[in-house]
């Protein structure tokens, strides 16, 4: 069994996954927070929600397959993200690409994408039929800093070898909710989500639809799954803006750390916005807003990748602003349906984003 075999995951193989996780030094989870990433969403609906190498009985290797369907004017299509493709170091060699392939070669889906490669898997795929997608556009993200004198310090520390223990370096946890004296612009009107109405997101859902591009399904249920993170007590927040009444953008933002010693930054997760001229209002009023509670909270910045699903005149309303750039494509797709092809430009929540990276050790339950 030097091969290994392949077979859907199954809610007994978290322990090993966990392990493996951890030794490979991917954000951990909890074996519940594991359970839910593979077993709980609700798109899933018999796409296997990922693959294991078992070799003499034990598993050393995982690819994980994230569901989502995607709408097209009338139409309804199926995709899957490949996420944590990772190896047991002393007995997975080769598993890697075993898995990596028969993510590709899986049926029932419309697209397989990969939208958050690391640099070795992005060299790796395009041999197995994966193509590199997006260009720059991939490969770019956006970054605000929020408290650019602590990031100049945390810099210094680092060149000094001086850095203090690692501890919860905001005031107080990134939270998005608005007070009446809190109002983004004069006909924005902006609520969590707890106080949406789901009648709203139907009819966002419609509006963007109705641009023919491809749109991620989303409704209570779905954004609920998201939330539900069992190993995150907070700083996840979404908001629902209106303008004039009329719903116009759906905005999720999370708390996260880059890495285990560097500084908190707010991620946008999530950006489903109308991009008419009262949306791009409505999108201009939350980006601000967005900035403002991470300066009062002392999050180090913002950042947003798949900047060009957002129109420019948003981001460049967000004020100065950086713009990073990997030597890498991280994103690799493979299309089944040419509609597919020619109509979907990614958003940040169509990633792994939501649950892929670390959680500040004062968010965690």
Request: proline residues 7%.
């Amino acid at each position: 069994m030097a091969r290994g075999e392949i077979r859907p995951v199954s809610p007994d193989d978290i322990p090993a996954i966990t392990r493996i996780v951890r030794d490979c030094g991917f954000p951990e989870r909890s074996e519940a927070g594991w359970h839910w990433v593979l077993f709980e969403n609700p798109d899933q609906d018999g796409i296997p929600s990922g693959w294991v190498c078992e070799r003499d009985g034990v598993v050393v290797g995982l690819i994980g397959n994230f569901a989502s369907r995607y709408r097209i004017g009338e139409r309804t299509l199926r995709a899957a993200i490949g996420h944590t493709l990772v190896t047991d170091l002393s007995a997975g060699r080769q598993a890697g690409i075993t898995l990596a392939r028969h993510g590709l070669r899986q049926t029932g889906v419309d697209v397989y994408s990969t939208l958050n490669n690391n640099g070795l898997s992005a060299r790796i795929l395009p041999r197995i039929g994966a193509a590199p997608w997006l260009g720059e556009a991939g490969r770019v993200w956006l970054e605000w800093p929020t408290a650019p004198l602590r990031i100049a310090l945390t810099r210094l520390q680092k060149a000094l070898h001086r850095l203090p223990p690692d501890r919860e370096r905001f005031s107080r946890v990134f939270e998005l909710g608005l007070d009446t004296a809190d109002r983004p612009a004069p006909r924005v009107t902006v609520e969590p989500l707890d106080r949406a109405d789901d009648v709203d997101l139907a009819r966002l859902t419609e509006r963007l639809a109705a641009s023919g591009e491809a749109v991620r399904v989303f409704d209570r249920e779905r954004l609920d799954y998201r939330r539900r993170d069992p190993d995150r007590a907070g700083g996840f927040d979404y908001l629902l803006a209106r303008i004039d009444g009329v719903p116009a953008l759906l905005a999720g933002t999370l708390l996260t750390k880059p890495s285990a010693d560097g500084l908190e930054h707010v991620e946008i997760v999530d950006w489903l916005g109308v991009d008419d001229e009262d949306g791009i209002a409505a999108q201009i009023a939350v980006l601000r807003h967005i900035l403002a509670c991470a300066r009062r909270a002392g999050v180090a910045k913002v950042r947003l990748h798949f900047p060009r699903a957002v129109p420019g005149a948003v981001t460049r309303a967000g004020g100065w602003c950086l713009t990073r750039r990997l030597d890498y494509d991280p994103c690799h797709v493979q299309f089944r349906d040419d509609a597919m092809r020619q109509a979907w430009t990614p958003r940040p929540g169509d990633a792994d984003y939501f649950f892929a990276y670390r959680t500040p050790p004062g968010l965690m339950r």
